[in-house]
């Protein structure tokens, strides 16, 4: 097993999952390893976008599976940054196709829910795409890249990835809502975005049972509750006991952001809990297993 973006929230999850379930792992990232406490596996300092060394490192390693993580996912940077965006989340992921075609590689690629222009919310897997922002321009490309191509590929799409590892180098919105109002911050959070956020651990086992079944195709993978932004912060706020007063209703206009954001996204996850056997759960259920992991 291959993961690239290991030193991610999603991949050092992954990591540690695949070595407790007893599979060869081997983890590629740029920068030094940030999963210091799990030395069942190997390491590779590879930047996605150096085709020739990742070329390399995968066919030395020969793996069964890529799981490929790695993509530059904040929206904003990507519609300014248009040519780096494009290298890593549509050219690597070309580049790593063609590997596999030659080596019988299966592929999983994490997608998102960008990829819908979110007029109508709860998409199905067959729902027609129109991407309203660059980032997700680029996520569909890589999609269709691969249903073009002849290799075993899985596609899973998310939806707000939230999480903690113990060595985490970027927030989310649980941990960016309970660290402000900890603070006694004002933050404005919008009420005209709708989207059900993903518990990173969830994606993961998603991951590891996609692997388990060699599924092919296309899944949805989040939580299954449509929330607000806004509401997301006021159940974050609920659950640790902190000022709801704090959080400050804001239309998405008034934030001048670069890049367009779908209004109302959202999925229907039957296929995943028919085909995979995921398990569907709720935010606010699973914000209370955050908790407890939070703890240890």
């Known amino acids: 097993m291959l993961i690239t973006g290991s030193n991610g929230l999603l991949g050092q999850k992954l990591v540690n999952l695949f070595t407790k379930n007893n599979f060869n792992v ?37 793996p069964d599976f890529i799981i490929h993580t790695a993509a530059m996912t904040n929206v904003d940077s990507c519609e300014l940054r248009r040519f780096e965006c494009k290298q890593i989340n549509l050219d690597a992921v070309i580049n790593i196709a063609t590997i596999c075609k030659e080596l019988n590689i299966h592929l999983i690629h994490i997608s998102t ?59 989310n919105i649980v941990l960016w809502v309970k660290k402000s109002l900890e603070a006694n911050k004002t933050i404005n959070v919008v009420t005209d975005q709708y989207r059900m956020p993903t518990y990173v651990d969830d994606l993961a086992q998603a991951c590891l049972l996609a692997v388990n079944k060699k599924a092919k195709g296309i899944f949805h993978i989040s939580s299954n509750q449509l929330l607000s932004i806004y509401e997301i912060a006021i159940e974050v706020a609920k659950a640790y006991h902190l000022n709801v007063d704090l959080i400050k209703p804001i239309l998405t206009e008034k934030l001048n952001q670069k890049a367009v954001r779908p209004k109302k996204t959202g999925f229907i996850i039957d296929k995943a809990v028919k085909e995979l056997g995921f398990k569907s759960v709720n935010f606010t259920e699973r914000l209370q297993i955050f908790k407890q992991e939070m703890k240890k």
């Open 26 to 62: 081997i983890a590629t990232s740029k920068g030094n390893d940030r999963n210091v406490t799990n030395n069942k596996y190997e390491y590779y300092n590879v930047n996605i976008t150096k085709f020739d060394k990742v070329t390399n490192l995968i066919k030395k390693i020969k």
């Open 113 to 171: 829910d960008f990829v819908f222009n979110g007029e109508t919310g709860y998409y199905k897997e067959t729902d027609k795409t129109d991407p309203v922002n660059y980032y997700g321009v680029t996520k569909l490309k890589s999609e269709q890249h691969l249903i073009n191509s002849t290799i075993d590929y899985t596609i899973l799409r998310t939806i707000i990835l939230y999480g903690i590892t113990e060595n985490s180098s970027r927030s």
